[in-house]
């Protein structure tokens, strides 16, 4: 049993992430002496859908077997029996069932034999729809006749696979829940492993996650391979909901399981798992080998998924600010997605994280290149939003780099993508609000025009922490514009919106410009109640504390109310201080 994330020494995760990354999973060409070890590596190279390999084995296993190792060689044949079904030679697969029903007859187990002949293959696939009328007359037949446990057990799996896709959870979960137990009473182990692993992955389904945790448990506590085992350990992992440490352990194993299985899927699953919840750690080394190892996985695999993985390890590396690197990774992700003409959006994305390392990197001028770049691939590929977003990006670097004009030019230009984004409701909003806020900096009245259609499609979509947000930037452009009364009312009221979203930090900001304003057009009198209001206001953050202290320090000093002033003054170096 694997310790606790908690508990683990540190730079253990890192020394196993590493681990990973060195081992190159199983060599197919080796094959295990033992039959049973052979079934449980057709199992592993089957759920890593290398088929000829799990052929391969199965048949070896079939070798080095006899009719004394029953249960190894009636799975043996099921594994075979599965294979050709997804060759579609069903031939092939009736010539494996007739010899496993020979088995069953040959070893006394002649209702599992009748039950396969009525049957069929269907058993050795994942049953449809189609297949319903005849599995549940079979159920009521075996029901009827009493048959053994273990015979009856498969028919319910079956008929529970056919019921959880079809969205019938609450059945589904009963008859697996019957179908474990009849296994249990049989005694064969590795059809009760299977049918827990089913159970396990219902529950979680149906938003029961410590029902999936115990089930998976149980599963764990019985013989497998790695490839089920790892699926379970993966399970745990998502019941466990990913708050701090909950979870990482579970995801780690699984990850070294599914990799020692080459099972590339399951193991990049894990993998994104592990580094999201390392991330959410704030552990971001471990973070960013967990993203090299699914990366690495998706390559030994061949995975679709790889240069996608590639993307996301950039941007877990810009998150760690490690920008040089971050950088390496994404122009090596740019030359593959050129060399295979990848989409417009996909590559546009890529650029994106690239400028960001340029600019963390004190680079601008590649910086803005590569986002406009991006804007171009976005609008080639008709994800106009993204491209807004592009623009809003290359705006605002241009404004810290004072390129004003060049940056209300990137505004406009990202209202008018926006304006053509019909499935992005985000993007005409957060645009208009920087067109908005540009222009009123600039002296131009048409920042507030902008501003008003911001704030109305925030308040029309119920986005009302952004019609907040909006309204606070429509005070200070009110100010810029030189309207200090207007400002004032439109501080206030976006203070009361922030309120009702429950944000009372912004709240005791849009009050503290308020405040401000009052003060700088002379009315020290109006400005010292506000500054007091605002320090009385629950959960004051430090920083507005100070504010607030020196800004109530320099109204009264207006007022030539020195002695309180210089205690507004104390308040405020205690609050910095954290001594208050």
């Known amino acids: 049993m694997p310790e606790s994330a908690a508990t683990m020494p540190r730079g253990l995760i890192a020394d196993r992430l590493r681990a990973v990354l060195e081992n190159a999973g199983p060599d197919p060409s080796r094959f295990p002496a033992a039959a049973r070890d052979c079934l449980d590596r057709a199992y592993e190279a089957a759920y890593a859908e290398?088929?000829?390999?799990?052929?391969?084995?199965?048949?070896?296993?079939?070798?080095?077997?006899?009719?004394?190792?029953?249960?190894?060689?009636?799975?043996?044949?099921?594994?075979?029996?599965a294979l050709d079904q997804?060759?579609?030679?069903?031939r092939q697969a009736l010539e494996y069932l007739q010899a496993r029903i020979a088995l069953l007859r040959r070893n006394g187990l002649a209702a599992e034999a009748a039950a396969g002949e009525r049957l069929g293959i269907v058993l050795f696939r994942e049953a449809g729809d189609h297949d319903l009328p005849l599995l549940e007359a079979e159920l009521a037949r075996l029901l009827d006749t009493h048959s053994p446990a273990s015979v009856t057990s498969?028919?319910?799996?079956?008929?529970?696979?056919?019921?959880?896709?079809?969205?019938?959870?609450?059945?589904?979960?009963?008859?697996?829940?019957?179908?474990?137990?009849?296994?249990?009473?049989?005694?064969?182990?590795?059809?009760?492993?299977?049918?827990?692993?089913?159970?396990?992955?219902?529950?979680?389904?149906?938003?029961?996650?410590?029902?999936?945790?115990?089930?998976a448990e149980r599963m764990l506590a019985?013989?497998?391979?790695?490839?089920?085992?790892?699926?379970?350990?993966?399970?745990?992992?998502?019941?466990?909901?990913?708050?701090?440490?909950?979870?990482l352990e579970e995801a780690l194993t699984a990850l070294e399981l599914y990799a020692a299985a080459g099972v590339r899927k399951g193991a990049i699953s894990a993998a994104v798992v592990l580094a999201r919840l390392c991330a959410g750690m704030g552990d971001y080394e471990d973070s960013v080998l967990a993203w090299q190892a699914a990366v690495a996985q998706a390559e030994r695999g061949e995975v679709q998924e790889e240069l996608t993985l590639r993307l996301a390890l950039g941007n877990q590396l810009l998150e760690a600010e490690e920008y040089e690197l971050a950088g390496e990774v994404l122009a090596k992700l740019l030359?593959?997605?050129?060399?295979?003409?990848?989409?417009?959006?996909?590559?546009?994305?890529?650029?994106?994280?690239?400028?960001?390392?340029?600019?963390?990197?004190?680079?601008?001028?590649?910086?803005?290149?590569?986002w406009r770049r991006a804007v171009a691939e976005f609008s080639h590929g008709g994800e106009f939003g993204e491209a807004a977003r592009g623009l809003l990006a290359t705006g605002t670097l241009l404004s810290r780099e004072d390129r004003d004009k060049d940056a209300l030019v990137c505004f406009e230009a990202a209202v008018a993508a926006a304006r053509k984004a019909e499935d992005d409701d985000a993007a005409l909003p957060q645009a208009l609000h920087a067109l908005g806020h540009a222009l009123?900096?600039?002296?131009?009245?048409?920042?507030?025009?902008?501003?008003?259609?911001?704030?109305?499609?925030?308040?029309?979509?119920?986005?009302h922490w952004y019609e907040?947000?909006?309204?606070?930037?429509?005070?200070?452009?009110?100010?810029?514009?030189?309207?200090g009364t207007a400002a004032i009312s439109a501080a206030l009221h976006a203070a009361d919106l922030y309120s009702a979203a429950d944000d009372a930090a912004s709240a005791g900001n849009s009050e503290l410009f308020a405040a401000h304003v009052l003060a700088e057009m002379g009315r020290a009198d109006d400005a010292v109640p506000m500054f007091k209001l605002v320090l009385q206001e629950p959960d004051v953050g430090r920083t507005l504390r100070v504010a607030a202290y020196l800004g109530l320090a320099s109204a009264l000093d207006d007022l030539g109310r020195t002695v309180e002033a210089d205690i507004a003054r104390r308040a405020a170096d205690a609050a910095a201080d954290g001594t208050d």
């Open 154 to 215: 498969d028919v319910q799996l079956a008929i529970a696979v056919v019921r959880s896709q079809r969205g019938e959870a609450k059945r589904a979960i009963a008859l697996l829940e019957e179908a474990v137990a009849g296994y249990e009473r049989a005694g064969r182990t590795d059809s009760l492993s299977g049918a827990l692993m089913y159970l396990a992955n219902t529950y979680l389904q149906a938003d029961q996650p410590e029902r999936a945790t115990a089930a």
């Open 86 to 90: 997804l060759a579609g030679d069903e």
């Open 50 to 81: 290398n088929h000829a390999n799990a052929r391969a084995l199965a048949e070896a296993g079939l070798a080095r077997s006899s009719d004394a190792d029953l249960d190894v060689r009636l799975g043996l044949y099921s594994v075979l029996i």
């Open 440 to 463: 009123c900096e600039a002296g131009d009245t048409n920042g507030l025009t902008a501003l008003d259609e911001a704030i109305s499609l925030a308040r029309e979509y119920g986005a």
């Open 468 to 483: 907040a947000d909006y309204s606070d930037t429509r005070a200070r452009g009110l100010w810029a514009l030189e309207d």
């Open 222 to 247: 019985l013989p497998g391979n790695r490839a089920t085992t790892a699926s379970m350990w993966l399970l745990k992992a998502n019941a466990a909901g990913g708050e701090g440490a909950a979870g």
């Open 335 to 370: 030359q593959r997605l050129e060399q295979t003409k990848a989409p417009h959006p996909q590559v546009a994305r890529a650029l994106m994280s690239m400028g960001h390392a340029h600019r963390h990197a004190g680079r601008t001028p590649e910086a803005l290149d590569c």
